[in-house]
């Protein structure tokens, strides 16, 4: 796996009076989980369609390694976006160009071999979440957006699914890119905190989350560190 270097020096929409995005740098290392928590409207889901190649139109660079590339992506949108006419195996399927055989691993650490060959209307909600986390892993992606695909769960279901999520990813280590603006949600989850400010968007804070992976099952090791960093990093309880 690669690192990847995103540059982003100006992006303005043409519609907007000043710039979305401005001198934004972000390096992500391989097989890292990293969170971004921001304001809403701050230009997140615009940095992630950015480095998926679905938005074009601005001033930057992103280098995959020393490619001058966009990374092959897994994109898990915040509404689960599932072809109500086809199965959970068969929406699955459909990224996949080579084997399949990936799917039924998959499917297993998910939980979700019962249910394959349902269709999306018989699904909870937090099925649904769980389907589209697959069918991004199942490509083998340089990097995994996931654009607060979490946020309309209950705590029980949403608690259930990061679990998952992790335990998918230790399994099968990959780069991810994960917008939150909950942060017990990010410190449950990753390596490094990447907090931003509202627009133009830039970083205001980077922070490594020193809980050990065991020790985050503990409601508790997630609280009062979230505590700590409020008390010694002021500038963040505004982005919140
Ligand atoms: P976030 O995901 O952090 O909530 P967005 O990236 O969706 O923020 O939006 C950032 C800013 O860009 C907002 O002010 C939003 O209104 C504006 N914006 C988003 N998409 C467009 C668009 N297609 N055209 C014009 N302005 C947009
Ligand atoms: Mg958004």
Not at 20 to 48: D, Q, R, Y
Not at 51 to 77: C, M, R, S, W
Not at 113 to 129: D, F, N, T
Request: aromatic share 6%; proline share 6%.
């Amino acid at each position: 796996m690669t690192d990847i270097q995103i540059n982003i020096k100006n992006k303005t929409y043409p519609t907007a009076a000043k710039p979305t995005i401005a001198n934004l740098k972000l390096s992500l290392n391989s097989e890292e989980f990293i969170c971004l928590v921001g304001p809403s409207g701050c230009g997140k889901t615009t940095l992630l369609n950015i480095i998926a190649g679905l938005d074009n139109d601005y001033d930057g660079e992103i280098l995959v390694g020393q490619q001058h590339t966009h990374p092959k992506i897994g994109y898990v949108f915040q509404n689960p976006r599932l072809l109500p006419w086809r199965t959970v195996r068969e929406n699955i399927e459909l990224v996949l160009d080579g084997p399949v055989d990936v799917v039924d691993a998959l499917l297993e650490v998910m939980q979700l071999a019962q249910s394959q060959h349902a269709y999306p209307e018989r699904l909870s909600l937090g099925m649904s979440r769980r389907v589209s986390i697959i069918r991004a892993f199942a490509v083998d992606p340089e990097v995994l957006l996931m654009d607060e695909p979490f946020v309309s769960l209950d705590a029980p279901t949403a608690r259930q699914v990061r679990e998952l999520l992790v335990k998918l990813w230790q399994q099968r280590p990959h780069t991810v890119l994960f917008v939150t603006h909950d942060l017990r949600e990010a410190i449950a989850l990753a390596d490094r905190l990447i907090f931003l400010s509202a627009a133009p968007m830039q970083v205001v804070s980077e922070i490594v989350v020193p809980i050990s992976r065991s020790e985050r099952h503990s409601e508790l090791a997630i609280e009062s560190f979230r505590q700590q960093l409020l008390q010694n990093h002021p500038e963040i309880k505004q982005l919140l």
